[in-house]
């Protein structure tokens, strides 16, 4: 079953330091997407990404987070200056299709950033 | 107020009982999915639906799309201490994004 990884798994921090969250999507996927789930709230949409461009981003989404497809393979998203309340689990998921009709996100496990 | 609403926010049951978990919109989907997530984990796709009025079987689990693309409901026969998760519906109406329902978490007694 291809997966979608993430790493690293935990990532501590402290406020204004950058973070970059690495991702390897499946690799016949062709959308890519980033989420964050603060603890003990919804799954909530940050940003889109197709033909090596972003498509859509969230109000969430602001000039501190950028994201890049480097290489082939990877995909990450780059916090610039961390704040505290960037703390959450940030999933990033892909999909063969356009917004993953029919066939679903497939989504990684997850990075746990904590900002301290 | 949210996209898609999710009822109910918590279910906790015997092992053996039936149980129904719902997801509300006033929106129009062209598909709808639902998710199962572990703590600590990512989402799992379980089904998407597409046509309205769809119904699709997953072992235990029955899921419905309204016939109007606007609610689907997931039902879960002689529920087991496995089936223990968040649930979550997932859609998007007529843009880029798949949005979230807040979850319901259900709890499956021994």
């Known amino acids: 079953e291809p997966e979608v990884t993430q790493t690293p798994s935990h990532q501590v921090t402290q406020m204004g330091q950058e973070v970059i969250l690495r991702c390897v999507p499946i690799?016949?996927?062709?959308?890519f997407y980033w989420y964050r789930q603060i603890l003990g709230q919804k799954v909530e949409f940050l940003v889109s990404f197709y033909n090596n461009e972003i498509s859509e981003k969230s109000e969430i989404f602001d000039d501190q987070f950028s994201v890049e497809r480097p290489d082939g393979s990877n995909f990450t998203l780059k916090i610039r200056s961390t704040k505290l309340e960037d703390s959450a689990m940030y999933f990033c998921?892909?999909?063969?299709?356009?917004?993953?009709?029919?066939?679903?996100?497939?989504f990684g496990s997850g990075t746990r950033l904590t900002v301290v | 107020t949210q996209l898609l609403e999710q009822s109910p926010q918590f279910l906790s049951i015997q092992e053996g009982e039936n149980l129904t978990v719902y997801c509300n919109s006033s929106?129009?989907?062209?598909?709808l999915q639902w998710y199962r997530q572990e703590p600590g984990e990512g989402p799992v796709l379980l089904v998407t639906?597409?046509?309205?009025?769809e119904v699709k079987k997953l072992k235990r689990l029955t899921f419905q799309f309204g016939d109007a693309r606007k609610d689907s409901s997931l039902h879960i026969t002689a529920a087991q201490p496995g089936d223990t998760g968040l649930y979550l519906c997932?859609?998007?109406?007529?843009?880029?994004?798949?949005?979230f329902g807040a979850g319901t978490t259900v709890t499956v007694r021994a």
């Open positions: 998921a892909s999909s063969e299709t356009y917004r993953g009709n029919n066939y679903g996100y497939t």
């Open positions: 997932a859609g998007a109406p007529n843009d880029y994004k798949l949005s």
């Open positions: 690799s016949n996927h062709l959308y």
């Open positions: 639906v597409v046509t309205g009025g």
């Open positions: 929106s129009v989907f062209s598909s």
